[in-house]
């Protein structure tokens, strides 16, 4: 018999085949029950007075996540690339948390001198940041380099947030 065979032989016998549909039945009880009980609402922070700082907020996690940071009573800057998707984004934001205080800043993170602006001008508007969420980011582009010299993807994904970061904790 050949290494091959004995090896599909112990892989398929009925108590391998068995032993793997019970773990895999266990498992999904347990996701399923995890997720069952797991509730949005359980958190209830009050983060009234509190400042929060969110990138890439005109869509998807940034934007969700704006939308709860408001809704929990956080004056929420959305730092959006582009304009006009930020103020849509901000009026659909102003509607699901009740008018809580929204401000939207223009920085597009793989510019350097884009993020020394957009600091200078969100230092002079909170002078108090006690939330950053550093969730703009980009993929699938080709290879593209920025005025700096550095890659589209790395400089939007990693220096960006890094400078970004640095420039506020600097001024604290």
């Not at 983060?47 to 004056?75: D, F, M, P, Y």
């Not at 929420?76 to 809580?100: P, Y």
């Not at 400089?155 to 600097?170: D, E, I, K, R, S």
Request: charged share 15%; aromatic share 6%; proline share 3%.
């Amino acid at each position: 018999m050949s290494q091959w065979s004995l090896l599909s032989t112990l892989v398929w016998s009925p108590g391998s085949v068995l032993l793997t549909l019970v773990f895999l039945l266990r498992l999904s009880v347990r996701l399923w029950h995890k997720s069952y009980l797991w509730d949005l609402q359980q958190c209830s922070t009050d983060l009234t007075g509190k400042t929060a700082v969110v990138t890439g907020a005109n869509s998807g996690i940034g934007k969700a996540v704006s939308q709860e940071l408001a809704r929990r009573g956080a004056r929420v800057i959305l730092a959006c690339r582009n304009q006009e998707h930020g103020q849509q984004a901000l009026a659909e934001i102003q509607v699901a948390s009740k008018g809580n205080c929204l401000l939207l800043g223009q920085v597009d993170l793989s510019s350097m001198a884009s993020i020394r602006r957009f600091a200078q001008w969100l230092l002079q508007e909170a002078p108090e940041i006690h939330l950053l969420v550093n969730n703009a980011g980009i993929c699938g582009f080709p290879k593209t380099l920025t005025p700096e010299g550095l890659d589209l993807t790395f400089a939007t994904n990693y220096v960006g947030p890094f400078l970004l970061t640095n420039l506020l904790q600097a001024a604290h």
